[in-house]
Protein backbone atom coordinates (compact mmCIF):
# COMPACT_ATOMS: atom_id res chain seq x y z
CA UNK A 1 0.00 0.00 0.00
CA UNK A 2 2.77 2.52 0.68
CA UNK A 3 4.91 1.55 -2.50
CA UNK A 4 1.28 2.30 -4.65
CA UNK A 5 1.66 5.88 -3.06
CA UNK A 6 4.77 6.27 -3.99
CA UNK A 7 5.42 4.23 -7.22
CA UNK A 8 1.75 4.28 -8.30
CA UNK A 9 0.73 2.26 -11.92
CA UNK A 10 -2.18 4.68 -11.95
CA UNK A 11 -2.84 8.10 -10.20
CA UNK A 12 -5.62 7.48 -7.56
CA UNK A 13 -8.99 10.22 -8.09
CA UNK A 14 -10.03 9.51 -4.34
CA UNK A 15 -7.50 10.05 -1.19
CA UNK A 16 -5.87 7.17 -0.43
CA UNK A 17 -6.88 7.14 2.87
CA UNK A 18 -10.60 7.68 2.20
CA UNK A 19 -10.19 4.65 -0.27
CA UNK A 20 -8.79 2.54 2.52
CA UNK A 21 -10.82 2.85 5.02
CA UNK A 22 -13.98 2.32 2.87
CA UNK A 23 -12.60 -1.14 1.57
CA UNK A 24 -10.47 -2.15 4.35
CA UNK A 25 -14.17 -1.84 6.57
CA UNK A 26 -15.86 -3.96 4.03
CA UNK A 27 -12.97 -6.40 4.19
CA UNK A 28 -13.33 -6.65 7.88
CA UNK A 29 -17.09 -6.79 7.82
CA UNK A 30 -16.43 -10.00 5.02
CA UNK A 31 -13.00 -11.63 6.72
CA UNK A 32 -15.14 -12.14 9.80
CA UNK A 33 -18.17 -13.68 8.30
CA UNK A 34 -15.93 -15.88 6.76
CA UNK A 35 -14.23 -16.52 9.99
CA UNK A 36 -17.44 -17.26 11.29
CA UNK A 37 -18.54 -19.73 8.55
CA UNK A 38 -15.06 -21.61 9.23
CA UNK A 39 -15.76 -21.66 13.15
CA UNK A 40 -19.21 -23.20 12.73
CA UNK A 41 -17.36 -25.73 10.04
CA UNK A 42 -14.67 -26.16 12.82
CA UNK A 43 -17.49 -27.17 15.26
CA UNK A 44 -18.91 -29.47 12.72
CA UNK A 45 -15.89 -31.45 12.59
CA UNK A 46 -15.31 -32.40 16.13
CA UNK A 47 -18.44 -32.71 16.42
CA UNK A 48 -18.48 -35.39 14.51
CA UNK A 49 -15.07 -36.46 15.03
CA UNK A 50 -12.84 -35.68 11.84
CA UNK A 51 -9.22 -35.42 11.87
CA UNK A 52 -7.33 -35.27 8.93
CA UNK A 53 -6.25 -38.94 9.42
CA UNK A 54 -9.66 -40.29 8.99
CA UNK A 55 -9.93 -38.33 5.77
CA UNK A 56 -9.94 -39.73 2.31
CA UNK A 57 -6.18 -38.38 1.50
CA UNK A 58 -5.04 -40.49 4.55
CA UNK A 59 -7.67 -43.38 4.01
CA UNK A 60 -6.16 -43.55 0.28
CA UNK A 61 -2.57 -44.14 1.65
CA UNK A 62 -1.53 -40.99 -0.17
CA UNK A 63 1.84 -40.13 0.52
CA UNK A 64 1.91 -36.55 2.63
CA UNK A 65 3.82 -34.64 -0.38
CA UNK A 66 0.93 -35.82 -2.57
CA UNK A 67 -1.44 -34.67 -0.06
CA UNK A 68 0.22 -31.28 0.25
CA UNK A 69 -0.40 -30.89 -4.09
CA UNK A 70 -3.78 -32.42 -4.02
CA UNK A 71 -4.54 -29.34 -1.51
CA UNK A 72 -3.35 -26.93 -3.40
CA UNK A 73 -4.74 -27.66 -6.64
CA UNK A 74 -8.01 -28.32 -5.12
CA UNK A 75 -8.35 -24.94 -3.36
CA UNK A 76 -7.60 -23.39 -6.06
CA UNK A 77 -9.73 -25.13 -8.50
CA UNK A 78 -12.74 -24.59 -6.10
CA UNK A 79 -11.71 -20.61 -5.96
CA UNK A 80 -11.35 -20.76 -9.75
CA UNK A 81 -15.02 -22.24 -10.41
CA UNK A 82 -16.57 -20.20 -7.40
CA UNK A 83 -14.82 -17.03 -9.11
CA UNK A 84 -16.27 -18.34 -12.41
CA UNK A 85 -20.06 -19.32 -11.60
CA UNK A 86 -20.21 -16.10 -9.90
CA UNK A 87 -19.99 -14.13 -12.64
CA UNK A 88 -22.69 -16.29 -14.65
CA UNK A 89 -25.34 -16.71 -11.81
CA UNK A 90 -27.55 -13.36 -11.61
CA UNK A 91 -28.01 -13.51 -8.02
CA UNK A 92 -24.28 -14.10 -7.25
CA UNK A 93 -23.06 -11.49 -9.45
CA UNK A 94 -25.09 -9.09 -7.52
CA UNK A 95 -22.61 -10.41 -4.78
CA UNK A 96 -19.89 -10.36 -6.33
CA UNK A 97 -20.12 -6.96 -8.42
CA UNK A 98 -19.21 -5.13 -5.00
CA UNK A 99 -15.78 -6.38 -5.56
CA UNK A 100 -15.86 -5.11 -9.65
CA UNK A 101 -17.59 -2.10 -8.41
CA UNK A 102 -13.97 -0.37 -7.15
CA UNK A 103 -13.69 2.20 -9.86
CA UNK A 104 -9.81 2.14 -8.96
CA UNK A 105 -7.89 -0.97 -8.11
CA UNK A 106 -4.89 -1.68 -5.55
CA UNK A 107 -4.01 -4.09 -2.82
CA UNK A 108 -7.39 -2.84 -0.83
CA UNK A 109 -9.33 -4.11 -3.42
CA UNK A 110 -7.51 -7.70 -2.55
CA UNK A 111 -10.69 -8.44 -0.08
CA UNK A 112 -13.31 -6.17 -0.52
CA UNK A 113 -16.11 -8.37 -1.25
CA UNK A 114 -19.29 -8.78 0.49
CA UNK A 115 -20.13 -10.43 3.65
CA UNK A 116 -23.04 -12.86 2.04
CA UNK A 117 -20.05 -13.81 -0.71
CA UNK A 118 -17.67 -14.51 1.49
CA UNK A 119 -20.20 -16.94 3.75
CA UNK A 120 -21.07 -18.72 0.53
CA UNK A 121 -17.69 -19.49 -0.40
CA UNK A 122 -16.86 -21.05 3.11
CA UNK A 123 -20.18 -23.00 3.29
CA UNK A 124 -18.92 -24.47 -0.62
CA UNK A 125 -15.25 -25.12 0.57
CA UNK A 126 -15.46 -26.11 3.73
CA UNK A 127 -17.31 -29.57 3.65
CA UNK A 128 -14.52 -30.31 0.46
CA UNK A 129 -12.26 -30.06 3.42
CA UNK A 130 -13.85 -31.97 5.52
CA UNK A 131 -14.42 -34.57 2.99
CA UNK A 132 -10.62 -34.81 2.11
CA UNK A 133 -9.38 -33.51 5.67
CA UNK A 134 -5.38 -32.38 3.90
CA UNK A 135 -2.92 -31.52 6.18
CA UNK A 136 -3.84 -28.27 8.51
CA UNK A 137 -0.38 -26.92 7.64
CA UNK A 138 -1.10 -27.28 3.81
CA UNK A 139 -4.47 -25.39 3.92
CA UNK A 140 -2.90 -22.54 5.76
CA UNK A 141 0.31 -22.57 3.17
CA UNK A 142 -2.50 -22.38 0.17
CA UNK A 143 -4.33 -19.68 1.95
CA UNK A 144 -1.39 -17.53 3.05
CA UNK A 145 0.17 -17.54 -0.68
CA UNK A 146 -3.75 -17.12 -1.65
CA UNK A 147 -3.37 -13.89 -0.13
CA UNK A 148 -0.17 -12.57 -1.26
CA UNK A 149 -0.63 -13.57 -4.54
CA UNK A 150 -4.06 -11.59 -4.52
CA UNK A 151 -2.93 -8.83 -3.13
CA UNK A 152 0.01 -8.36 -5.21
CA UNK A 153 -2.36 -9.18 -8.38
CA UNK A 154 -5.04 -6.22 -7.52
CA UNK A 155 -1.93 -3.96 -6.53
CA UNK A 156 -1.67 -0.88 -8.33
CA UNK A 157 2.00 -1.59 -9.18
CA UNK A 158 3.79 -2.19 -12.99
CA UNK A 159 6.07 -4.85 -12.33
CA UNK A 160 8.91 -5.12 -15.08
CA UNK A 161 7.81 -5.86 -18.60
CA UNK A 162 10.24 -9.01 -18.50
CA UNK A 163 9.43 -9.96 -14.93
CA UNK A 164 6.10 -9.60 -15.83
CA UNK A 165 5.89 -11.96 -18.54
CA UNK A 166 7.79 -14.81 -16.79
CA UNK A 167 5.89 -14.53 -13.32
CA UNK A 168 2.44 -14.82 -15.54
CA UNK A 169 3.32 -17.92 -16.88
CA UNK A 170 3.48 -19.54 -13.22
CA UNK A 171 1.20 -17.37 -11.40
CA UNK A 172 -1.40 -14.49 -11.46
CA UNK A 173 0.57 -10.84 -11.87
CA UNK A 174 -1.07 -7.66 -11.60
CA UNK A 175 -0.93 -6.68 -15.72
CA UNK A 176 -2.88 -10.01 -16.09
CA UNK A 177 -5.75 -9.33 -13.38
CA UNK A 178 -5.73 -5.93 -14.18
CA UNK A 179 -7.77 -7.01 -17.29
CA UNK A 180 -10.34 -8.82 -15.19
CA UNK A 181 -11.25 -5.57 -13.27
CA UNK A 182 -11.88 -4.04 -16.77
CA UNK A 183 -15.34 -2.53 -17.41
CA UNK A 184 -15.76 -4.08 -20.52
CA UNK A 185 -17.99 -6.84 -20.32
CA UNK A 186 -15.36 -9.82 -22.17
CA UNK A 187 -12.20 -8.72 -20.25
CA UNK A 188 -14.36 -9.17 -17.04
CA UNK A 189 -15.32 -12.08 -18.01
CA UNK A 190 -12.35 -13.46 -18.23
CA UNK A 191 -8.61 -14.20 -16.15
CA UNK A 192 -10.53 -15.63 -13.34
CA UNK A 193 -7.88 -17.36 -11.51
CA UNK A 194 -6.72 -16.47 -8.10
CA UNK A 195 -2.99 -18.33 -8.54
CA UNK A 196 -2.59 -20.06 -11.27
CA UNK A 197 -3.16 -18.59 -14.55
CA UNK A 198 -3.02 -22.72 -15.24
CA UNK A 199 -6.59 -23.30 -15.04
CA UNK A 200 -7.79 -20.00 -17.18
CA UNK A 201 -5.69 -21.70 -19.58
CA UNK A 202 -6.80 -25.09 -19.05
CA UNK A 203 -10.54 -23.60 -19.56
CA UNK A 204 -10.26 -21.48 -21.94
CA UNK A 205 -10.85 -18.01 -19.99
CA UNK A 206 -7.79 -16.49 -20.29
CA UNK A 207 -7.16 -13.10 -22.16
CA UNK A 208 -4.33 -11.50 -23.14
CA UNK A 209 -2.69 -8.63 -20.41
CA UNK A 210 -3.18 -5.48 -21.45
CA UNK A 211 0.25 -4.26 -23.75
CA UNK A 212 0.54 -0.99 -20.81
CA UNK A 213 0.16 -2.81 -18.28
CA UNK A 214 -3.65 -2.24 -17.64
CA UNK A 215 -2.79 2.08 -18.08
CA UNK A 216 -5.76 2.57 -20.32
CA UNK A 217 -8.24 0.22 -19.17
CA UNK A 218 -11.61 1.60 -17.66
CA UNK A 219 -11.49 0.07 -13.88
CA UNK A 220 -14.78 -1.04 -12.75
CA UNK A 221 -18.30 -1.26 -13.71
CA UNK A 222 -20.00 0.65 -16.07
CA UNK A 223 -22.13 2.02 -13.28
CA UNK A 224 -22.23 2.72 -9.74
CA UNK A 225 -19.07 4.82 -10.07
CA UNK A 226 -20.13 8.06 -8.04
CA UNK A 227 -19.03 8.73 -4.52
CA UNK A 228 -22.44 7.67 -3.19
CA UNK A 229 -22.87 4.36 -4.52
CA UNK A 230 -19.47 3.73 -3.21
CA UNK A 231 -19.92 4.56 0.49
CA UNK A 232 -20.11 1.13 2.85
CA UNK A 233 -23.81 1.25 3.22
CA UNK A 234 -24.33 1.59 -0.61
CA UNK A 235 -21.79 -1.29 -0.99
CA UNK A 236 -23.51 -3.62 1.48
CA UNK A 237 -27.08 -2.57 0.39
CA UNK A 238 -27.03 -2.96 -3.36
CA UNK A 239 -27.05 -6.85 -4.13
CA UNK A 240 -30.50 -6.12 -2.66
CA UNK A 241 -31.68 -3.05 -4.21
CA UNK A 242 -34.59 -4.03 -6.72
CA UNK A 243 -33.56 -2.08 -9.20
CA UNK A 244 -29.30 -2.46 -8.22
CA UNK A 245 -26.88 -0.35 -10.46
CA UNK A 246 -23.96 -3.00 -10.31
CA UNK A 247 -25.90 -6.16 -11.94
CA UNK A 248 -25.23 -6.32 -15.69
CA UNK A 249 -26.89 -8.13 -18.26
CA UNK A 250 -26.35 -11.66 -18.69
CA UNK A 251 -25.79 -13.16 -22.18
CA UNK A 252 -28.33 -15.30 -23.89
Same mark, same amino acid.
Given at each position: ?? !??? =??????? $?????????????? $???????? &????????????? !?????????? *?????? =??????? /??? /??????????????????????? @??????????? /??????????????????????????????? =?? /??????????????? *?????????????????????????????????? *???????? +????? &?? $???????????? +???????????? $?????????????? *??? @???????
Amino acid at each position: ML !LEV =VLPLHPS $STPPLLRWFRNLAL $SALALGAA &FSASTLSWAASRA !LEIRPESGML *SSLGTP =VWAQWVI /TFL /TLDAIAYALHRISHHVNWLWRLH @SVHHSDPELDA /TTTHRHHPVENVITALISLPVLLVLAPPVWA =VL /TYSMTAVVISTLSHS *SLALPDGLDKVLRNFIVTPAYHRTHHSAERIQTD *SNYATVLP +LFDRL &FR $SASPAAPDKGRA +LTIGLETARDAR $SQSLWALLMAPFRR *STT @STKPLEG
